[in-house]
């Protein structure tokens, strides 16, 4: 499956470096090659850049469905630190009701570490929009 339109033309993610590699209905896997660009002060990882790279994770499996969803809450919980290697997001809807969604995100590192868990809800925002003729 294609990637859902929000997702591929995020400016931003890929401003800084983020990828989607495997789309489907309610789960996207994205990646970040870490490049000294996303080190904070202390030669770790920026949480804003692990973030972001959760928050496309979140958006490209909430609009998996041709609705248009936007995140209405979010929060992620950073548990180990990373400094250097590829960064991964895999997000998985794990309920949707009506025009609310949840998701969880899982970021991990080289060796599948957990590096940081993000919790998102999504709004959809009207219908799917109508086949292109």
Do not use: W
């Amino acid at each position: 499956m294609e990637a859902p339109e929000a997702a591929r033309n995020d400016q931003f993610a890929r401003h800084v470096g983020i990828q989607i590699l495997e789309t489907r209905e309610g789960f996207a896997r994205v990646r970040m090659c870490i490049a000294p660009h996303h080190l904070n002060g202390m030669g770790m990882v920026h949480g804003g850049a692990i973030f972001s790279l959760a928050d496309l994770a979140f958006e490209a499996a909430c609009n998996s469905h041709g609705y248009q969803s936007v995140a209405i809450n979010v929060s992620i919980s950073y548990v180990k630190p990373a400094s250097a290697g590829t960064l991964y997001a895999e997000a998985m809807e794990v309920a949707t009701e009506g025009r609310l969604g949840c998701c969880t995100v899982r970021v991990t590192d080289d060796g599948g570490d957990l590096v940081a868990l993000f919790q998102g809800l999504s709004y959809r925002k009207g219908p799917p929009p109508a086949p292109r003729a």
